[in-house]
């Protein structure tokens, strides 16, 4: 049986490409909503599940890794710190911010 192999794209991880992608999994799933609590357990999972399957259909040989806080907009703001270590040749990282009135 013979074996196929993909041909992958070897110019690097492209950030912008990845960032389009996720938002609009992101505006799909949230555009129009507004935070419920009740609803967190569906949203993430979904935001982070078509990300996924859109990520891997561009046919690169990477290794996603996709993460979804979702929090309620209020007066104190929201933060969160990450800490990566990996070859900067090859590897890279896009953040999604997005937000709507809640």
Request: aromatic share 10%.
């Amino acid at each position: 049986m013979e074996e196929k192999h993909r041909h992958y794209d070897r110019v690097g991880f492209n950030a912008d490409e990845a960032h389009n992608i996720v938002k609009e999994c992101i505006d799909g799933i949230l555009g129009g909503e507004e935070y419920n609590q009740i609803n967190i357990n569906q949203w993430t999972p979904s935001i982070v599940d078509q990300s996924l399957v859109h990520l891997v259909k561009l046919g690169k040989a990477y290794k996603y890794i996709v993460t979804c806080p979702v929090a309620q907009r209020s007066r104190y703001g929201f933060h969160m710190a990450r800490s990566r270590f990996w070859d900067t040749s090859s590897d890279g990282t896009c953040t999604v911010s997005w937000e709507n009135q809640t």
